[in-house]
């Protein structure tokens, strides 16, 4: 379970994902060893209070939960996807967003951080460019990165594994299979190497990526 910090030449520092953090969740699934994602920033140098955008991939728990451990960002998240699983109350319309998250991402949005994706392929910071991924949940998304050199996919949950590259297969949770495949096949075309696609859970990343090490992989 991973977060992903992009460090921006202007001075952004934006998350893909926010991980999660309330107990309840630690203690369900025990993950050993867990840092917050608060913590796992810190580890790459940025205090919470520093992030200025967290891009949500999906609602699910391990994804979504996190955001009120960054104060000041601005939250993106897919339309289609916030307006199928929640109101403006926080209300939960349909299920796969925990009722304590729809809270909090309804708060955030009568903050007016919420900043609604219409679609698919919007740059909606420079550099970085959403994607409508795979029917994993109602509307996800998958992000691009510009670097000074390449293009890097953070494929978040559409794709799991490295495995479901290698062997075109889609990931165990989704509601189309053949969407998500068509997710990863264009990932193909947009990584400027195929070791760039970056799966969302996947251990192997810390092995590919050893550096700096500590639980922080730098992608480059």
Same mark, same amino acid.
């Given at each position: 379970m991973m977060v992903w910090l992009l460090k921006g030449s202007d001075?952004?520092?934006?998350?893909?994902?926010?991980g999660f953090h309330r107990d309840d969740f630690v203690q369900r699934w025990h993950p050993n060893p867990f840092a917050t994602p608060a913590e796992a920033v810190a580890r790459a140098g940025v205090r919470p209070e520093e992030i200025t955008d967290v891009i949500i991939s999906h609602v699910h728990w391990d994804h979504l939960d996190g955001i009120d451990l960054f104060p000041k960002a601005r939250?993106?998240?897919?339309? +289609? +996807?916030?307006? /199928? /699983?929640? @109101? &403006?109350?926080?209300t939960v319309k349909n299920r796969a967003i925990d009722p304590g998250d729809a809270k909090v991402l309804a708060q955030i949005a009568r903050e007016g951080?919420?900043?609604?994706?219409?679609?698919?392929a919007k740059e909606i910071i420079p550099g970085i460019t959403v994607y409508t991924g795979g029917k994993h949940t109602f509307a996800s998304q998958f992000a691009t990165v510009h670097t000074? *050199? *390449?293009?890097?996919?953070?494929? &978040? @949950?559409?794709?799991?594994? /490295? +495995?479901n590259l290698a062997r075109h297969v889609p990931i165990a949770q989704t509601l189309d299979s053949a969407s998500n495949l068509r997710a990863q096949t264009r990932m193909?075309?947009?990584? *400027?190497?195929?070791?760039?696609?970056?799966?969302?859970?996947?251990?192997?990343v810390?092995?590919?990526f050893p550096s700096p090490g500590n639980g922080v992989a730098r992608i480059q």
């Open positions: 001075g952004r520092k934006v998350l893909v994902d926010a939250v993106w998240i897919q339309r +289609e +996807e916030f307006d /199928y /699983y929640l @109101d &403006s109350a926080g951080r919420v900043m609604l994706v219409d679609g698919d000074a *050199s *390449s293009t890097v996919v953070i494929a &978040s @949950d559409n794709m799991y594994l /490295y +495995e193909v075309t947009l990584a *400027s190497d195929p070791r760039l696609i970056v799966p969302g859970h996947d251990p192997d810390f092995v590919r």
